[in-house]
């Protein structure tokens, strides 16, 4: 395998960080793929991760930039061992951090990563995932095809069985689908781990918000991604080893975070440029949806549409809390005999097929005539 000689770059501290953007100086040579890692209290996976990132099969020149964000095990020391194996495979590292009472966050972390780093490419890695051999190679590849896109891939989860339907999410959906499933409770239709993007499209949409714990850095940026035009796009292979475990940020991030995030966003995307909807599930969580849209945007919902005869029976919603005299009351019909386009507020993979053989019996197309929000 040939691999080009190390870039002689000098080891970045945060205090000597430039600004994301700014050009380097002639000194620092320009590198091919920037391999981004945040670490806090990482150390007991970091030797598997590190041990990856060694193995990579990519010929171009590539660094490995960490930011280590207040950990207090030994995590920045782990990784100082490793500095002679990385650059004995031609990966130059870059690793600065701070040492403060209280951590600032994945997304300060991510984006002190990417200050001092200098790919035109940036491969984003999690301390507690691994990589495999091809995973540089094939997602720089697709990014050369896909210069402003975010590019996935496939994942292994462990441990196994860890997050079942989530991961027969990550790995099922179709191209078409990436784009068309972005408001789903399930987060980025590519997960962040597995993030292959330009520098200049990070420059475009980012930097990563820093609110700390609590924020879904990931899932901002994502949607900011989608805002600017942005495409999505997965190399359809398993490149990394996604491991699950209680310590993981995102449990930080609470469940009505993530739903007044994706009800703002399909507001703006969808709601924003239709005159009417339906909402497909009379229940629960279609009536919570109902109830979290904007006055204007309530007004556009002319029915809900159900399977369960009880609820069909009742003939409508009663919208209770509203100010308005008389209180608004939305029809509830039969889904065959309900309009498109709708919003579907089914949970998927849950319903043995039935959902999407009743979806497919109308004809409907997903992105045109219907959109999941579950």
């Given at each position: 395998m040939e691999v080009k000689p190390p870039k002689r770059l000098r080891v970045a501290e945060e205090q000597h960080a430039s600004p994301a953007g700014e050009k380097e100086e002639a000194a620092w040579s320009a590198v091919d793929v920037s391999i981004v890692m945040p670490v806090y209290n990482a150390s007991c996976w970091l030797d598997e991760c590190l041990q990856a990132i060694v193995r990579q099969d990519f010929t171009g020149s590539m660094e490995l930039s960490v930011f280590d964000d207040a950990s207090t095990d030994d995590s920045r020391n782990v990784v100082e061992s490793w500095r002679e194996?990385?650059?004995?495979?031609?990966?130059?590292?870059?690793?600065?951090?701070?040492?403060?009472?209280?951590?600032?966050?994945?997304?300060?972390?991510?984006?002190?990563?990417?200050?001092?780093?200098?790919?035109?490419?940036?491969?984003?890695?999690?301390?507690?995932?691994?990589m495999m051999p091809q995973r540089v190679r094939l997602q720089y590849d697709a990014s050369l095809l896909h210069q402003n896109s975010l590019i996935g891939c496939r994942v292994r989860?462990?441990?196994?069985?860890?997050?079942?339907?989530?991961?027969?999410?990550?790995?099922?959906?179709?191209?078409?689908?990436?784009?068309t499933q972005v408001y789903t409770s399930h987060g980025p239709t590519v997960v962040m781990p597995t993030w292959f993007c330009s520098r200049k499209w990070f420059q475009e949409v980012g930097p990563f918000d820093e609110g700390g714990k609590g924020v879904p850095e990931d899932l901002l940026f994502f949607y900011q991604s989608l805002r600017r035009g942005g495409g999505v796009t997965r190399v359809d292979e398993c490149l990394l080893v996604y491991r699950y475990h209680e310590k993981a940020a995102t449990h930080s991030v609470t469940e009505e975070t993530i739903w007044r995030l994706r009800v703002d966003f399909l507001q703006e995307r969808l709601l924003g440029r239709w005159d009417n909807v339906t909402i497909w599930n009379a229940g629960k969580q279609g009536r919570k949806l109902y109830r979290s849209l904007s006055p204007a945007n309530r007004k556009k919902v002319k029915a809900f549409c159900d399977v369960d005869e009880n609820k069909i029976h009742k003939g409508f919603y009663t919208y209770e809390e509203s100010k308005e005299r008389p209180k608004p009351k939305i029809p509830i019909l039969h889904y065959a005999d309900a309009t498109a386009p709708f919003i579907v507020c089914v949970k998927l993979d849950m319903t043995g097929g039935g959902l999407e053989e009743n979806l497919n019996s109308l004809q409907l197309k997903e992105g045109i005539d219907y959109y999941h929000f579950n």
């Open positions: 194996k990385l650059e004995a495979r031609g990966i130059t590292l870059l690793i600065s951090g701070h040492s403060s009472v209280h951590p600032k966050g994945v997304g300060f972390a991510k984006n002190k990563a990417i200050t001092q780093s200098h790919g035109e490419y940036l491969c984003f890695q999690d301390a507690d995932d691994i989860r462990v441990p196994e069985g860890s997050t079942e339907r989530y991961t027969r999410w990550i790995n099922t959906l179709s191209q078409e689908q990436l784009a």
